[in-house]
């Protein structure tokens, strides 16, 4: 079966980066793309990019461009968003998600957030 | 780049009614490319509708989606317990959300 394995909870200080990995089992991890959303507490869903695992082809919200970095790790099906700067208003539950269609597509099977805390 | 107006922003229903969610984007949403998600507190998104109609593997057929072009609909013909939760639309080419609509007991 599909999963999406996120890493841990984060605690970080203004103006520091984090990186956050997502894990992907049980398909053909070059076969789609992953996306990465996130939620600020009580509020809705952002979509922040995209990257293609088949040839690391990236497309940034333009909003977080020069901020954020995904990469990929096809040797161990796993997936990066860092994310650099950080401010308060970054304080959300990072969420990675499989893109259904080679380029565009819905999010079929998503991880079980991060929640990264921003803090001084 | 479009955007997407879901309201009600808050539904208020009982168990057994019908509830019917919508969502308008702001320029026609490229061949339906349009989904939904159902998300309740402490969980990730689920993806319930995609193709604007098309229900994803697994959803009860009380879930339904329709529209096109600019307007779209979710509707939940009899909410059961466990559908009282927030609902996004999205469209994926490219990606955007809409701010959510949040489903809550009479």
């Known amino acids: 079966q599909v999963q999406l394995v996120q890493s841990g909870a984060e605690v970080k200080k203004p103006g520091a980066s984090v990186k956050v990995s997502c894990k992907a089992s049980?398909?053909?991890?070059?076969?789609?793309?992953i996306s990465w959303v996130r939620q600020a507490p009580g509020q809705g869903l952002e979509w922040m990019g995209w990257i293609s695992a088949y040839n690391g082809n990236t497309n940034y919200a333009q909003k977080l461009q020069g901020r954020v970095t995904m990469t990929t790790d096809t040797s161990t099906s796993t997936a990066y968003m860092e994310l650099r700067s950080l401010r308060s208003d970054d304080t959300a539950v990072y969420y990675c998600?499989?893109?259904?269609?080679?380029?565009?597509?819905?999010?079929?099977?998503w991880g079980q957030g991060t929640l990264v805390t921003v803090s001084s | 780049e479009i955007v997407l107006t879901q309201s009600p922003g808050t539904l208020s229903l009982s168990p057994g009614e019908r509830a019917t969610l919508s969502c308008r984007a702001s320029q026609s949403v490229s061949s339906s490319y349009l989904a939904w998600y159902q998300q309740k507190p402490g969980q990730a998104p689920r993806l319930l509708i995609y193709?604007?109609?098309s229900r994803a593997t697994g959803i009860p057929d009380r879930f339904s989606g329709s529209g096109s072009g600019t307007d779209f609909t979710l509707t939940i013909s009899r909410l059961e317990p466990e559908d009282f939760a927030v609902y996004y639309c999205q469209q994926y080419k490219p990606w955007t959300f809409g701010q959510g609509t949040k489903v809550e007991i009479k």
């Open positions: 998600a499989r893109v259904s269609g080679v380029v565009y597509g819905y999010f079929d099977y």
């Open positions: 193709g604007a109609s």
């Open positions: 049980g398909y053909t991890f070059t076969s789609y793309g």
